[in-house]
């Protein structure tokens, strides 16, 4: 609720948030956006489609079970998505060459996911969501996803897959909820553009113990 609440202020113009200028902020920058968006786009699909028996849901195990292993999966994705458009920018606008932005991205996923300690799907599967992102970083058009929209597409498909709804119901759904997590990026895209301080963050990344640094 909290976290729901900042983002409308921020939204609106009351809170600004601090330049992004170190590994870790950008890792937290990350982590709560990617939360914030998958967690409110899986939520208020979920309730829409329920309508007026969505608190009877909640009362129903097989049901919270399901939303739990949905909301890691969309959570995941998410992560990925947002960290190689954040690996994008950098490049951009510090002319990275393409191994170090794929060395920069597997470093960035793993500082993100591995810190979680959660019981709610098994830890393979949560692991395999990160492999996944680094899979795409290795063959990934940097420029085409820094753009935006390209990088956000695995999100969009965890939220349409893993959503704890009838499979007929979805296939009518398609396009609204691609549509709606699609436009909550947007004011996540246009922050991290503003925040991010590309040669200060690679400053800190070179300071690191890395066996390979950054190389432009």
């Known amino acids: 609720m909290i976290t729901a609440i900042k983002s409308v202020l921020r939204t609106i113009g ?3 948030d601090p330049p992004l200028t170190t590994r870790q ?4 920058f990350i982590d709560s956006r990617a939360a914030f968006v998958s967690q409110v786009t899986l939520y208020t699909y979920v309730k829409a489609r329920a309508g007026t028996r969505f608190p009877k849901l909640f009362q129903n195990d097989d049901f919270l079970t399901s939303l739990r292993i ?3 999966h969309v959570y995941g994705a998410a992560i990925c998505d947002l960290g190689l458009f954040a690996i994008a920018q950098l490049k951009r606008e510090s002319g990275l060459n393409d191994t170090a932005a794929r060395e920069l991205a597997v470093e960035m996923l793993d500082g993100i996911l591995l810190d979680y300690d959660q019981n709610d799907i098994d830890p393979k599967d949560f692991a395999a969501m990160g492999d996944t992102g680094k899979q795409r970083a290795a063959f990934t058009n940097w420029d085409l996803i820094a753009d935006g929209p390209a ?3 695995s999100s969009s498909d965890a939220v349409f897959r893993w959503a704890p709804i009838a499979d007929d119901l ?3 759904d398609e396009e609204i909820v691609r549509n709606s997590i699609h436009l909550r990026w947007i004011g996540v895209r246009r922050d991290l553009k503003e925040l991010i301080k590309p040669s200060l963050i690679l400053a800190d990344w070179h300071k690191s113990e890395r066996p ?4 432009i």
Do not use: T, V
């Not at 390979?212 to 190389?215: L, N």
């Open 70 to 72: 949905a909301r890691w």
């Open 25 to 28: 902020q950008l890792y937290d």
């Open 170 to 172: 979805k296939d009518n």
């Open 151 to 153: 990088a956000f597409q």
């Open 212 to 215: 390979y640094p950054p190389s």
């Open 14 to 16: 009351f809170i600004k």
